[in-house]
C-alpha cells in the first residue's frame, strides 16, 4: 500500500477555490484529502475516474505515474491551476 509514500509520488501545486489557496500533493493520501474535502466539482467524469484511480493507487493495482495523469486531467476539468513542484537540490 501505498498511501503516504513521498518517493513515488511527483509533486503537484493546485490553486483552490476564491482566495487561491495552494495545496502541494505529493502523496496519495493529500490527493485523497483534495479529491473528497476541497475539490470544487465532485460530479465530473474525470473526477470520478481520479477517485476511483486514486483508490486503486493506494491498492497498489495502479501505478502512481497513472494515477497523477488522471489526478491532472480531473483538475483540468474541474478548471484547477496545478504546477509542478520541483524537490531536491538544484545543481
Keep these: 500500500m501505498y498511501w503516504s509514500s513521498r518517493s513515488a509520488f511527483a509533486p503537484v501545486c493546485l490553486i483552490l477555490g476564491e482566495k487561491g489557496a495552494r495545496h502541494v500533493v505529493s502523496t496519495l493520501r493529500d490527493a485523497a484529502v483534495v479529491l473528497l ?3 470544487p466539482d465532485d460530479d465530473g467524469e474525470e473526477y470520478v475516474t481520479a477517485v476511483k484511480a486514486c ?3 493506494i491498492k497498489g493495482t495502479i501505478t502512481i505515474d497513472a494515477f497523477r495523469q ?4 480531473a483538475a483540468l476539468e474541474a478548471r484547477i491551476a496545478t504546477f509542478s513542484v520541483v524537490t531536491g537540490n538544484a545543481a
Design 55 to 57: 483508490a486503486d493507487a
Design 70 to 73: 488522471a489526478f491532472l486531467k
Design 37 to 39: 474535502h476541497d475539490w
